[in-house]
């Protein structure tokens, strides 16, 4: 039994708390809740309880069969029946106002038929069997799919198993999640009657998970009153001061967004520009951010002005003119149309200012793409329709660059990676605290990948989690990356917009670094990391390969670990050579002692050193040792040819050196780049090395792979 239906035969079924209830009660529930006491009406007929339902229903989609959702309220009606919520009412007004929020947004009608649904298998008599002998397979899966795991069986793992379970379902079918977030909607709207722990319990879950789930699948409406929600909870004196703000600014006289929008209407009517400009008042939390962002709110602050137009050409000619005829404010423009956010929203934003100075934000998209920003999944229907095939125009080259996260919107890029990573979490907890985390990261950067794709990442991403969001457990093999066309260390921090070509070894024996985890952010890639680290403990002699593979080729020497000796302050220790910047003798080197005794070595100029000096962590004294052995990564730049490849790994060979890895880039204006790892018997020898790379045809350039620069 969910936690707020209620036994009337249990003691006290109408708490004193629900004269603390939060807001006011809805006025539409009040009237479901009595039409639902009357029963059901005749047979075949539209009970009224769902008549409000019906109408936002077929609002949307005019020509829906109501017949299921008839059915759907009946069977839900007569199981919930003597139930009561902890409020008092009846306990079907709960899934009646759940499937109402979703008939509002525009969900399809097998999504509204299993959230009538939602709570019979979980609370009453009623099971998945019958749910799909009178429902179908569909529905049956989707009421599963949002169905709680039990205590009795689960323990305290049961919320993170039913988390766990409820996000593989949506997998699957992203209908899952929809009805989710609308029960969780309506569960916080209601949370009043709850022990105040228990409210702070939820809101808590809300605001780590289910908000940033509705970020992602892009519902913001409900994340926004969501958000309004679990502030009024957790924060309950932010949320007085900003309510205290609004009603101020409410009750002034003058209204700079009105007038703003009043003038902007003039200037698309003149250009005979079709559009709607509407005033949108800013949520609390969007207040109270704005409000710490700026210190003082002015009267433009408190909303943003929508302008809606019929064809995606429109958004660009109604930037023109507010662009030409007010002032914008260049730096606040954003063009989410050509370069779309991870989750489904469309939308052009820029800002205007008035001439004392105040600022409006303006947001422009069509019909269509409002629908999508307010509802996201919701709004796509019936996801297993067949795709309307976009016409030729309509493919063109923004179209054509694929688009990962948006090419299927039913299993977006993020979700997949997240289903991925959670198979690998070991335990609920693991699972629980990762997800937490996963969630809280802003999915805020797009990336570029040179075919064109995209891949979304939390701010704050290195190439290494670019690598692993790509592929997998295959990215162990990637020994290098480059951003925006050149080459950097796979521990470089990605920014917005960044092209990111990742370089693939050929060896399927590669290995990741350690120090890989100290850059890696996203769960997807440490995961992974550990995993292979724990799957393969590192043997006690100094063995670590940098970014590469480490086995050597047919006939070359054996390969051996370069030569860094034992540390000078801690004998005995086991030396790593650091991957992002291979260090050679007779780099200047430090070390820094990691987990498990072991000293990774980096050259000091290294990037990482930098951060790790700042970070407070302490440096251990290192020092060349006698062996001359050492590996390095080479980078041979030349003009296309054929038989070029060939050639350069006979000259390598011919100097009797081991190549431990090669990759080779595709051209790009006949110019090639190839990547070599390299295990040299004597590190002295790697001028004479060079030299000979150099004479081989075609070749003009060789180089070393450097280290960043210090700079954070
Ligand atoms: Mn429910």
Redesign the pocket.
Same mark, same amino acid.
């Given at each position: 039994m969910?936690a707020e239906a209620t036994n009337p035969a249990t003691p006290g079924p109408i708490t004193p708390a629900a004269q603390r209830r939060r807001g006011r009660p809805r006025i539409d529930l009040r009237r479901l809740g009595r039409a639902a006491l009357l029963g059901p009406a005749a047979r075949d007929r539209l009970p009224d309880a769902i008549a409000h339902v019906a109408e936002a229903h077929r609002a949307h989609h005019p020509d829906a069969d109501l017949d299921p959702l008839r059915r759907a309220y009946v069977l839900a009606e007569s199981s919930h029946r003597g139930q009561m919520r902890k409020s008092g009412e009846p306990y079907i007004t709960?899934?009646l106002a759940?499937t109402l929020i979703l008939a509002e947004l525009g969900a399809e009608t097998t999504t509204l038929t299993a959230s009538l649904l939602? #709570?019979t298998v979980e609370d009453t008599e009623v099971t998945l069997d019958q749910v799909r002998a009178e429902f179908g397979e569909e529905v049956r899966y989707l009421v599963d799919g949002v169905t709680k795991l039990e205590k009795v069986d689960y323990g305290a793992a049961a919320e993170p198993e039913t988390f766990r379970k409820m996000l593989v379902a949506t997998g699957s079918d992203v209908r899952v999640m929809s009805i989710k977030l609308a #029960?969780r909607l309506h569960?916080m709207r209601t949370l009043g009657v709850m022990r105040p722990e228990k409210q702070e319990r939820i809101a808590k879950v809300t605001k780590d998970v289910l908000i940033p789930l509705a970020e992602r699948l892009g519902v913001q409406a409900l994340k926004t009153e969501l958000e309004d929600l679990v502030f009024a909870i957790l924060r309950p004196e932010e949320y007085a001061r900003t309510r205290e703000l609004v009603l101020e600014n409410s009750s002034r006289a003058d209204d700079p967004l009105a007038e703003i929008a009043e003038e902007v209407r003039g200037v698309l009517r003149e250009a005979g520009l079709q559009a709607e400009v509407q005033i949108r008042p800013r949520h609390f939390v969007s207040v109270h951010r704005v409000s710490r962002k700026r210190g003082e709110m002015r009267g433009a602050d408190f909303g943003r002005l929508l302008v809606l137009v019929n064809e995606d050409a429109d958004c660009y000619g109604v930037l023109g003119e507010l662009h030409t005829c007010l002032t914008p404010v260049v730096s606040e423009f954003k063009d989410f149309i050509a370069v779309p956010k991870f989750n489904l929203y469309q939308s052009l934003h820029t800002a205007v200012a008035r001439s004392d100075g105040q600022v409006a934000e303006v947001l422009i998209r069509t019909h269509q793409m409002h629908k999508v920003a307010e509802a996201g999944v919701i709004a796509l229907g019936n996801p297993y329709a067949a795709p309307e095939a976009p016409s030729a125009e309509e493919q063109g080259d923004g179209a054509r660059a694929a688009d990962e996260e948006r090419a299927d919107p039913t299993r977006p890029g993020w979700l997949s990676r997240l289903l991925d990573w959670q198979e690998a979490a070991p335990d609920p907890d693991t699972f629980w605290s990762t997800l937490r985390e996963d969630l809280a990261q802003d999915r805020e950067i797009t990336v570029f990948r040179p075919d064109g794709g995209t891949l979304g990442l939390p701010a704050g991403a290195s190439c290494i989690d670019a690598a692993y969001a790509q592929y997998g457990e295959d990215a162990h093999a990637c020994i290098g990356a480059r951003v925006n066309g050149r080459l950097a260390r796979l521990s470089t921090v990605l920014s917005d917009g960044d092209t990111v070509q990742l370089l693939m070894g050929q060896d399927p024996a590669s290995e990741p670094s350690r120090e890989w985890l100290e850059h890696a952010h996203t769960p997807v890639a440490r995961i992974a990391i550990t995993r292979w680290l724990a799957a393969h403990p590192a043997p006690a002699a100094p063995s670590e390969a940098p970014a590469a593979t480490r086995r050597p080729a047919a006939d070359g020497p054996a390969a051996r670990p370069a030569a860094a000796d034992v540390v000078v302050d801690r004998p005995g220790a086991t030396v790593r050579l650091a991957g992002c910047c291979t260090p050679v003798p007779p780099d200047a080197i430090t070390g820094f002692p990691v987990r498990g005794g072991v000293v990774t070595v980096h050259r000091v100029e290294c990037a990482a050193v930098g951060r790790m000096k700042e970070a407070g962590r302490a440096e251990a004294g290192v020092r060349w040792g006698d062996t001359g052995e050492c590996r390095v990564t080479l980078y041979a730049e030349s003009f296309g040819r054929p038989h070029l490849l060939a050639d350069l790994t006979e000259a390598i060979a011919l100097e009797g050196v081991a190549i431990v890895s090669a990759t080779v880039e595709p051209p790009s204006q006949q110019r090639v780049r190839h990547t070599y790892t390299l295990e040299l018997p004597d590190a002295a020898h790697l001028p004479a090395l060079m030299r000979a790379m150099r004479d081989v045809p075609g070749v003009f350039d060789v180089s070393r792979a450097q280290p960043q620069s210090a700079t954070p």
């Amino acid at each position: 039994m969910s936690a707020e239906a209620t036994n009337p035969a249990t003691p006290g079924p109408i708490t004193p708390a629900a004269q603390r209830r939060r807001g006011r009660p809805r006025i539409d529930l009040r009237r479901l809740g009595r039409a639902a006491l009357l029963g059901p009406a005749a047979r075949d007929r539209l009970p009224d309880a769902i008549a409000h339902v019906a109408e936002a229903h077929r609002a949307h989609h005019p020509d829906a069969d109501l017949d299921p959702l008839r059915r759907a309220y009946v069977l839900a009606e007569s199981s919930h029946r003597g139930q009561m919520r902890k409020s008092g009412e009846p306990y079907i007004t709960h899934p009646l106002a759940v499937t109402l929020i979703l008939a509002e947004l525009g969900a399809e009608t097998t999504t509204l038929t299993a959230s009538l649904l939602h #709570d019979t298998v979980e609370d009453t008599e009623v099971t998945l069997d019958q749910v799909r002998a009178e429902f179908g397979e569909e529905v049956r899966y989707l009421v599963d799919g949002v169905t709680k795991l039990e205590k009795v069986d689960y323990g305290a793992a049961a919320e993170p198993e039913t988390f766990r379970k409820m996000l593989v379902a949506t997998g699957s079918d992203v209908r899952v999640m929809s009805i989710k977030l609308a #029960d969780r909607l309506h569960n916080m709207r209601t949370l009043g009657v709850m022990r105040p722990e228990k409210q702070e319990r939820i809101a808590k879950v809300t605001k780590d998970v289910l908000i940033p789930l509705a970020e992602r699948l892009g519902v913001q409406a409900l994340k926004t009153e969501l958000e309004d929600l679990v502030f009024a909870i957790l924060r309950p004196e932010e949320y007085a001061r900003t309510r205290e703000l609004v009603l101020e600014n409410s009750s002034r006289a003058d209204d700079p967004l009105a007038e703003i929008a009043e003038e902007v209407r003039g200037v698309l009517r003149e250009a005979g520009l079709q559009a709607e400009v509407q005033i949108r008042p800013r949520h609390f939390v969007s207040v109270h951010r704005v409000s710490r962002k700026r210190g003082e709110m002015r009267g433009a602050d408190f909303g943003r002005l929508l302008v809606l137009v019929n064809e995606d050409a429109d958004c660009y000619g109604v930037l023109g003119e507010l662009h030409t005829c007010l002032t914008p404010v260049v730096s606040e423009f954003k063009d989410f149309i050509a370069v779309p956010k991870f989750n489904l929203y469309q939308s052009l934003h820029t800002a205007v200012a008035r001439s004392d100075g105040q600022v409006a934000e303006v947001l422009i998209r069509t019909h269509q793409m409002h629908k999508v920003a307010e509802a996201g999944v919701i709004a796509l229907g019936n996801p297993y329709a067949a795709p309307e095939a976009p016409s030729a125009e309509e493919q063109g080259d923004g179209a054509r660059a694929a688009d990962e996260e948006r090419a299927d919107p039913t299993r977006p890029g993020w979700l997949s990676r997240l289903l991925d990573w959670q198979e690998a979490a070991p335990d609920p907890d693991t699972f629980w605290s990762t997800l937490r985390e996963d969630l809280a990261q802003d999915r805020e950067i797009t990336v570029f990948r040179p075919d064109g794709g995209t891949l979304g990442l939390p701010a704050g991403a290195s190439c290494i989690d670019a690598a692993y969001a790509q592929y997998g457990e295959d990215a162990h093999a990637c020994i290098g990356a480059r951003v925006n066309g050149r080459l950097a260390r796979l521990s470089t921090v990605l920014s917005d917009g960044d092209t990111v070509q990742l370089l693939m070894g050929q060896d399927p024996a590669s290995e990741p670094s350690r120090e890989w985890l100290e850059h890696a952010h996203t769960p997807v890639a440490r995961i992974a990391i550990t995993r292979w680290l724990a799957a393969h403990p590192a043997p006690a002699a100094p063995s670590e390969a940098p970014a590469a593979t480490r086995r050597p080729a047919a006939d070359g020497p054996a390969a051996r670990p370069a030569a860094a000796d034992v540390v000078v302050d801690r004998p005995g220790a086991t030396v790593r050579l650091a991957g992002c910047c291979t260090p050679v003798p007779p780099d200047a080197i430090t070390g820094f002692p990691v987990r498990g005794g072991v000293v990774t070595v980096h050259r000091v100029e290294c990037a990482a050193v930098g951060r790790m000096k700042e970070a407070g962590r302490a440096e251990a004294g290192v020092r060349w040792g006698d062996t001359g052995e050492c590996r390095v990564t080479l980078y041979a730049e030349s003009f296309g040819r054929p038989h070029l490849l060939a050639d350069l790994t006979e000259a390598i060979a011919l100097e009797g050196v081991a190549i431990v890895s090669a990759t080779v880039e595709p051209p790009s204006q006949q110019r090639v780049r190839h990547t070599y790892t390299l295990e040299l018997p004597d590190a002295a020898h790697l001028p004479a090395l060079m030299r000979a790379m150099r004479d081989v045809p075609g070749v003009f350039d060789v180089s070393r792979a450097q280290p960043q620069s210090a700079t954070p």
